[in-house]
Each structure stands twice: as C-alpha cells, then as structure tokens.
C-alpha cells in the first residue's frame, strides 16, 4: 500500500502573536516552525498503516525551502520518502495549494496512492478544504475530521464524532481522508532517526496551479486586542487558599 | 439570493446554523437580496415557522430517496443544482462538520472561492467582499476579500449573535427533489456508534480544572481530579501533558482539543500559549496556579496564586473536603 502524508509548515507561536510592520505575516525572528498536530497524526497514520500492511509511506508539502524541516521531521518518523513543492515565502490560497497538490500527487507516483491522508484543518489559515479539493480533482472519495481508522481488503473504515457517539464511513481506496489529533499518538523520533533524516535526500519539484481571477486574497493580519491586565495576585504558595475559597464562594459560586 | 444551508434537528434548526443564517442575513440586506434555506432530512418541512422570525422567505427540502442517511458529495450536489434554480451567488454553512465539507464540495463542482471561520463581511463597491475571518483558531485574525461569480461562507463560532428579524417573513416551504447518480453516494454514512457517556462533557462544565507540564506525572492529576469533583467539575489538560501520556486526548482543551466555556478555569502548571488560550477563551473567568510570576497565563488570568500545585491544591481541598 502507498501511503501519503500532506502537511503545511507553520511557525510555532507561544504567547505571544507579533506580526511584521505590514501586516502581511507572523513576525518570525527567533520562532521555531512546527505543522498541525492534525498533520503530525497523519504522518503516524501513513508510517503505521504501512508498517501493517507494507508499502511505502510518502511526506509532501508546499512551501518555501526551508519547508524541509517539517519533511525531515517526517522522515525521523520513519516516512520512506518526501517531497517538496517548492515556493516563495508567499503563502497560495487554497484553490491554488490544491491544484498544485493535486498535479504533485499525479506527477509523484504513476500508479498512484491508496490512502492520501490530510490535517482536518491548517494550524495557520484552517480553510477546511484543500483536501476536499484534491480529492475532487484525483475523484477520490473524502472522508474528513476522522478520529478512528482502519484499513481492511481495500476499504477505510473511518468514524467521525458526532455528538453522542460516531458515525462510521466505509470507502473504497483510493481515497482521501483528513484526520483530527486524538487520532493516534504520533511517535517520537530517536536521535538516530533524526540523524538518518537529516541525510536523506528530498525530491524538489516545481509546482504548478491554475490562475484565476479573485478568488480568496488575503489583505493583512491583525492581532486581536487582549486583555493583558495583569492578574490580581492572590498570594504565594498555600498562604493564598484562604483567597481561592473566598472566590470560589463569592464570585463564581460553585461552593 | 443568498442561500444559507441549515441543519436541524427533526424540525429545530441548530444553534450554528441559526448564528450562519444571522451572518447571511447581514449580507442579505445589505445587499437587498432575499434570503432562503435548504435544508435536508427527517421533518425538515417543520423549519418554516422558526426560519421565518429570521427572515427566511422561502425553505427547500430537499428530498430523495436515497438521503435517508447523510451523503455529503449527494448533499453538495443538491445545494448545486438548486442554487443554479433559484440563482443564487452567495452560499452560506455553519461552521460544523457537515457545513464545511458539504460547502468545500459546493466550492469543487462551481469552482468557486471558500472562505471559513468568517467574523463579518462587509460588500465593497466592486460587489467583491472584505471581510474578517480567524485564523490560528481566533488568536489571529485575517481581513480577506472574496471574489467571484459565487462566494461561499461558513461562519465562525459564536460570533453572530442570533437575534429574530425586525421584520419577520412566512416562509414558502417547498420540496426540492434533486437528480443526483449513484456514485455520490460512494461516501455515506453507513451507521452510527454510540458512545458510553461518562462524566461531565468538557464543553458542558461549569468548573474545569486544567493541568499542564506543570502537573509532572499522570498520578499528580489525582489532586486535580479531587478539586474538580469538590467543585462538581471536570478535569481538563495542555497538549503537552497530553503528548507526556498523561491524559487522554479527549482531555486537551485548545486549538486542536476541546473549547469549554465554564464558569471558571483553574489553570494548574500551563504556560498559557496561544493554542490553549483559544480553548478556554469562553470561560468566564481565569484562575492560574503557576510557579512562574513571568507566565503568560499570569498576564491573561483574572486572579493567579504563584506557587507549587503540589502545595496549593493539596491544601485547597483539604479546606473544601472540611467545609463540605
Ligand atoms: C497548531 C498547534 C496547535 C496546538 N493546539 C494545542 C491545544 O489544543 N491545546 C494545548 O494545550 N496546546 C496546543 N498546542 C501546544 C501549545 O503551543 C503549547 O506547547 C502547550 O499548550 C504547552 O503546554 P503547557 O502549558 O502545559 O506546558 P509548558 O509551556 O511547558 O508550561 C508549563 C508551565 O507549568 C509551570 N509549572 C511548572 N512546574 C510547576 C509547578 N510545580 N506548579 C505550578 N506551575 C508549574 C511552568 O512555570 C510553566 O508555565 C498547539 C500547538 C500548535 C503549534
Ligand atoms: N501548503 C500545503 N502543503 C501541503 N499540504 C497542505 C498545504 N496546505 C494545506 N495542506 C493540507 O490540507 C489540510 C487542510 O488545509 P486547509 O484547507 O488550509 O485547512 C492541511 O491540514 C494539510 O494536510
């Protein structure tokens, strides 16, 4: 079975979101990049389903070079192979990311994947849809905000939470299917693993996506208004549990 | 016209359909459109009255016999084929499961730009709209303009306030029986599985006690699970005491995990990222018990006590267990 893995690389904000003078992005300088926890599952799913029922498990993202990172980190999950469609820093709407994922995954593989598995939403833009587009233009079946898989003789037996309980999905493969953390417990990588991927070769290719007038653009970012009025210090240590009880009583009143 | 999908419950609409329908509504007048819903499923027929003290003049229920259990490539089909009947340019869905899916198809077969997690939109002069929408689960906002012949919107969360129409409407209530091939129903639900109901849901809690990296071990939670049920609350964890294998996931509160809205959050041992504050942004208060006066969440709670959990906590209950 041929397995892939989409992920997006996202910078790994703390507090604090700072943006650059124009509005345009994250103010990076001294952050480190990440991708969704969603995508971090989709990448144990890939490497797990394969180690049942062998194959090959494949990372492929669009973005700028420094995008190997989130590729590598891939890989030290024991990912076989990754791939880059490489970018500018600019981020692509999503009706371009999918068009270019979706002619990547053609280009990749002649015979094509089994199982293509998405994040259920970016950690940055979350426009919940980009897999959902892929899968219209490789007319895969989708299947999204998946917390339950299996793979059996060719089918996904996907479940979804609904309020209470699941609903269970079963589709042919191929197809697309967007996870949600929970999913799995995405494994840590060893120090081996990390050396090992820090030496494997990445595929970059160019990618290529329809133009087309309007669509989503985005105009600027603004960081919401916090209330950053320090806390009311109640004390330190047990000397304030005397203070905790009395708000708990007397302002919120659950005792 | 602007179409808006609703979902409902044999006849009651969903509360984030009716906040969607709010923001259709909106863009309605300000477009001096008209406003109409589709709906599917079981006594969808019944949604006329309450739609129309929202402004709804007409409902489409959409029927066929092979919708019994919900299909989404059948469903975004369906909204197609019957905004292309009754002319619609601008489709709206509540930010669900169903709503952004269903919508992301309705965006394949129009080619049509989708924006989600929308705040407001505003028409500018060129019929194009700006608006605003979350991004990094609403710690980040985007102001974005949508362009094209249709534009597609869900709705962000608790954001539209859902109040009835100053005129209300007595909407048309008709079937809509589409002309939809076997093989969008390749993807359906082929049953559901209930789960065993345990506890007090995260999302449903009036007290919530989180514990983070702070807490140090799965078995520290023990101290967080006694406070909880003297306050007649849940436990509620970070990320990263989820990825120590602490807690379950179902636990996490945040971006990728639970929203809760209790009336207050103790926040034991969390540094207060913005990941987990998108999380608990709902509560109505913030007490953080953390040994570091630097922490982010000191700067975002209501009222913080500096300290070691493992001091202040054991002592809290021992205070509550003598006064119950
Ligand atoms: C896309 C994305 C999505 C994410 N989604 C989520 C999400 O849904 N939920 C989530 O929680 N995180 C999420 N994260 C992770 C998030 O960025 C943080 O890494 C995480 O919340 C940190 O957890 P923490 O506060 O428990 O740990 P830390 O940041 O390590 O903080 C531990 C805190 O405990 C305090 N402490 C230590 N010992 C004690 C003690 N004995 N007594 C009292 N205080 C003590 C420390 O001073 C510190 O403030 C996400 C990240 C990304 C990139
Ligand atoms: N630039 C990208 N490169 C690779 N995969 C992506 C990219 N953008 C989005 N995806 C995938 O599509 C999913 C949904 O993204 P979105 O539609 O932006 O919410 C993500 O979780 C990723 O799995």
Redesign the interface.
């Known amino acids: 079975m041929k397995v892939l893995a989409c992920i997006k690389r996202v910078p790994d904000?703390?507090?604090?979101?700072v943006l650059t003078e124009d509005e345009q992005r994250?103010d990076t300088s001294g952050l480190g990049f990440t991708m969704?926890?969603?995508e971090e599952c989709a990448i144990e799913e890939a490497v797990a389903q394969v180690e049942t029922h062998g194959g090959s498990a494949h990372v492929l993202t669009l973005g700028p070079p420094e995008a190997d990172e989130q590729l590598r980190t891939g890989l030290a999950m024991q990912a076989d192979e990754a791939t880059l469609l490489e970018t500018d820093e600019e981020e692509w709407?999503?009706?371009a990311t999918a068009d270019a994922l979706a002619d990547g995954i053609d280009r990749l593989d002649d015979e094509g994947f089994d199982l293509l598995l998405f994040g259920n939403e970016s950690?940055?833009?979350?426009?919940?849809?980009v897999a959902?587009?892929v899968a219209?233009?490789l007319g895969y079946?989708?299947?999204?905000?998946i917390k339950d898989l299996e793979v059996e003789d060719g089918t996904a037996i996907a479940?979804?939470e609904?309020s209470?309980?699941?609903?269970?999905?079963?589709?042919?493969l191929p197809a697309v299917v967007t996870v949600?953390?929970?999913l799995n417990?995405p494994r840590y990588a060893s120090m081996r693993a990390k050396m090992q991927a820090r030496r494997q070769e990445i595929e970059s290719v160019e990618p290529r996506a329809e133009t087309?007038?309007?669509?989503?653009?985005?105009?600027?970012?603004?960081?919401?208004e916090?209330?950053?009025s320090?806390?009311?210090?109640?004390?330190?240590?047990?000397e304030?549990?005397?203070?905790?009880?009395e708000?708990?009583a007397e302002?919120?009143?659950?005792? | 016209m602007i179409l808006a999908l609703v979902e409902h419950d044999k006849g009651t609409p969903e509360e984030l359909s009716l906040e969607a329908l709010a923001m259709a509504r909106e863009l309605a007048t300000a477009e001096g459109d008209s406003l109409e819903a589709v709906a599917f499923g079981d006594e969808a027929d019944a949604l006329g009255d309450e739609l129309g003290e929202y402004g709804v003049e007409a409902v489409h229920c959409v029927a066929h016999h092979h919708l019994e259990r919900y299909a989404p490539d059948a469903w975004a089909e369906s909204v197609v084929q019957l905004a292309s009947e009754r002319e619609a340019k601008t489709i709206t869905a509540p930010g669900t499961d169903r709503g952004r899916e269903v919508l992301a198809r309705v965006g394949t077969s129009l080619d049509a730009p989708m924006a989600t997690n929308c705040l407001a939109v505003d028409i500018a002069d060129d019929g194009a709209y700006e608006l605003r929408r979350n991004r990094w689960g609403g710690s980040l906002i985007e102001h974005a303009r949508l362009d094209g012949e249709h534009k597609l919107l869900t709705a962000a969360e608790h954001e539209f306030p859902i109040e009835p129409a100053a005129s209300p409407t007595e909407p048309s209530v008709s079937t809509f029986e589409p002309d939809v091939d076997d093989d969008l129903f390749a993807v359906q639900v082929d049953r559901v599985e209930t789960g065993d109901e345990e506890g007090i849901p995260l999302g449903e809690a009036r007290v919530v006690v989180g514990g983070g990296r702070g807490v140090g071990s799965a078995e520290d939670y023990d101290q967080l699970e006694e406070l909880a049920e003297l306050l007649g609350g849940t436990v509620g964890a970070s990320r990263a005491a989820v990825n120590e294998g602490w807690r379950p996931h179902d636990d996490q509160v945040g971006q990728t995990g639970a929203k809760i809205s209790p009336d207050i959050y103790i926040a034991c041992g969390i540094s207060g990222a913005v990941q987990h504050m998108v999380g608990c942004k709902g509560a109505d208060t913030l007490l953080a018990i953390n040994t570091d006066s630097e922490a982010a969440i000191v700067q975002k709670a209501d009222w913080a006590v500096i300290g070691d959990l493992h001091e202040v906590v054991p002592e809290l209950n021992e205070v509550l267990r003598d006064a119950a």
């Open positions: 904000t703390g507090a604090k979101i994250i969704s926890p969603h709407s999503p009706r950690a940055d833009a979350a426009n919940y849809q959902v587009r219209s233009e079946p989708c299947v999204t905000g479940k979804r609904i209470g309980g699941e609903e269970v999905y079963e589709v042919d949600k953390e929970g417990e087309r007038a309007g669509g989503l653009e985005k105009v600027r970012l603004e960081a919401p916090t209330d950053d320090p806390a009311e210090i109640l004390g330190e240590g047990s304030a549990v005397p203070e905790i009880v708000i708990l302002e919120v009143e659950v005792v």
